[in-house]
Each structure stands twice: as C-alpha cells, then as structure tokens.
C-alpha cells in the first residue's frame, strides 16, 4: 500500500529525513517511534503531501506522492484519515456536526451522512455526547471525535500522529484501543509516538527514528532508542 523509496527532506543545510525506505502493506498497524526531532511528522508530512522530498519516491496505493500537484491532493486525502495531537477540530461545531463536517466535504449524499455519523460517534463512545460543543468536551473525548471524523469516510488507512501527547494515561489507552478495534477491522493504522509504553504492550511491528534515520525495522519490536 505505502513505499518509501530512498527518501530525503532538507530544510536548508538540515538533512531531518535520511534516506528513509520502507513498505507498509494493508492491514498493518505500524508504530512509528523516536525522540522529539527524530523525522517521525515530517515523514508523515510528506506521505500525506504536506510536505515535498528534497529526493526520493513516495508510493501510496495508485498514487506517486511527490508528483502530486496541489489540485491532486484532496483526492489522495480522501483515502486518507489523519488524527494529529492537537485534535484541529472545528470548535464552533458540535461533535456531530465535526463529523458531518468531514463527509459532507468528502461529497457523501446527505442520507448517508444521517445514517453514518451517529454509528461512528456511538462507535467511538460518544453517543450521548454527540450535540456537545468541542469545549464542552475533555481532551480524550475530543480525541474521539478527530478519530471518528478520520474514519467516516473508510480511508484505507489513519495516520495518527502523536495522538495522545496531550492527554492522561487513562484517555491515553482509551484512544490506543479504539486504533487497535479500527485495524482488527481492517484499516491500516500508522502511529507516531515518543511513548515507550504504548509501543512495547501493542507488540505490533515499529520503524525507529533517529536523526532522521530510519535506524530498526522489526516485527513484533519493542521500542529501543540508545
């Protein structure tokens, strides 16, 4: 589904990516791990075309990333469920009209929408919440709803980038499980963490970043950083 081939990104003189290659095949769930400045957002920056490589090949399904011109993302994007740390939701909204939101611009027909959006707000533990505004809502909860808006649409996969940096231990495994009951059903999940105890209970294969490096590939791994 996802190659890296031989990808680099400099911002000036500061190589952050190096030579970074890799496949990821549908219905992994991958962890992406390293220190903070490791390379882990500007990778995934430039999977979903928000950022350009300096040098290099990004494959994504039928989709060569970096010739993708400006015109061409949103289409690319619609295969695509992006959940950052800082939850970018719509904060006059409510939860459900977040989710609305998201498939409305995705051009859903308008019956689908009624008949979607509840089940994946009730899937994601936030079926009494639903007409709650996103300041009425705790840090886990507005999580919930920036993975119920990335899944709406059934991208081939999510891309979670540090999802649960801003939240406690207990909202933390609460969004850690709902991922892993996301992939069991078939979505191909890649998660960004600086986090060593998510990696090392989820026993899940882990790419290690360092310096831009991609420094371990490994089945079932664990997270090791010297």
């Known amino acids: ?22 496949k990821i095949n549908p219905g992994e769930f991958v962890s992406l791990v390293g ?17 350009r490589p300096s040098k290099g090949r990004i494959i994504f399904g039928q989709y060569e990333v ?22 970018r939701l719509l904060p006059k909204k409510t939860a459900h009209e977040n989710v609305v939101f998201a498939m409305e ?15 994946v707000l009730d899937l994601v533990g936030l079926g009494t919440k639903t007409q709650n505004f996103i300041h009425e809502l705790s840090g886990g909860e507005r999580q919930r709803v920036a993975i119920a808006r990335a899944m709406v649409n059934h991208p081939d996969v999510i891309i979670a980038d540090e999802p649960t940096g801003n939240l406690d231990p207990i909202n933390t495994w609460g969004i ?4 892993m009951k996301i992939n069991e059903l078939g979505t191909t999940v890649i998660l960004a963490t600086h986090n060593k105890e998510i990696v090392n209970q989820l026993e899940h294969r882990v790419i290690s970043m360092e ?7 490994e089945e079932k791994g664990k997270y090791i950083l010297v």
């Open 1 to 22: 589904m996802i190659t890296f081939n031989n990808v680099s990104k400099k911002y000036g003189d500061n190589e952050v990516v190096r030579e970074a290659s890799f």
């Open 35 to 51: 220190k903070s400045g490791a390379g882990k957002s500007t990778l995934i920056k430039m999977l979903i075309g928000e950022e």
């Open 66 to 87: 970096n010739k993708l011109n400006d015109k061409e993302l949103p289409e690319l994007r619609r295969h695509m469920g992006i959940i950052f740390q800082d939850f």
């Open 105 to 119: 611009v995705a051009g859903r027909p308008q019956r689908e929408i009624e008949e979607v959006t509840p089940q």
């Open 176 to 179: 850690i499980n709902l991922l």
């Open 211 to 217: 310096d831009g490096k991609i420094i371990r590939d």
